[in-house]
């Protein structure tokens, strides 16, 4: 049995975005960029939405409880003609935790705790950073997440998650996920065993 579709769209940009800190859990809020990166991707899901014949209130949509995350999907509703508010929040959506190291740039990180970036490096998969979470354990969360979902979904959330859902979903090996690239104002479209970026 096919499992459903999922629209995955990682939050637009904020300020600590522009100045590379690390975020994790910290309540960032989306900059003026990242609400246009929003509109931006409810644009490519009208689209993809159209050529596939499906009505956008034929999906289910869900959101990481950050308020980066829950506005990128407010946006995105909006901009479908759906009642905002109306989406489930999900706190196995949260960013990965990056414990005493968020709000510090990596030059700043480096600076701090340098033996132990060489250590994450050796194996980014099950590395933790201090008082935080590791992406093995993200994917923990994220499976639990993943067997819950029935229908077709659009979920607004994050790099981290996103890295972990490719993982769980055997797209690629743990080691490589961690490094994947996930860019704001796309679409990336799970399906099957197919991962698909839409821009």
Avoid at 6 to 11: A, D, F, L, S, V
Avoid at 46 to 53: K, T
Wanted: one cysteine or more; aromatic letters at 10%; charged letters at 20%.
């Amino acid at each position: 049995m096919s499992r459903p579709v999922i629209y995955y769209i990682r939050h637009g940009l904020t300020d600590w975005n522009l100045e590379q800190r690390l975020q994790g859990r910290h309540d960032v809020p989306l900059n003026a960029a990242g609400c246009a990166q929003a509109a931006c991707c409810a644009a490519i899901l009208q689209h993809l939405f159209r050529r596939d014949h499906r009505a956008p209130e034929s999906f289910d949509y869900v959101s990481s409880p950050l308020v980066r995350a829950r506005k990128t999907m407010e946006i995105v509703r909006a901009t479908l003609g759906l009642e905002p508010a109306g989406y489930a929040v999900e706190g196995q959506l949260a960013e990965i935790a990056f414990g005493e190291w968020e709000g510090l740039t990596y030059p700043e990180v480096m600076a701090r705790d340098k033996h132990v970036i060489a250590a994450r490096e050796l194996d980014k998969w099950a590395f933790t950073p201090p008082g935080g979470e590791s992406y093995a354990q993200v994917a923990v969360r994220i499976r639990q997440w993943y067997e819950t979902i029935e229908r077709d979904t659009v979920v607004a959330a994050h790099g981290g998650t996103a890295r972990a859902l490719i993982a769980h979903l055997g797209l690629a090996p743990p080691q490589d996920a961690t490094h994947y690239s996930v860019d704001q104002g796309v679409v990336y479209v799970f399906a099957g065993s197919r991962l698909t970026r839409y821009a």
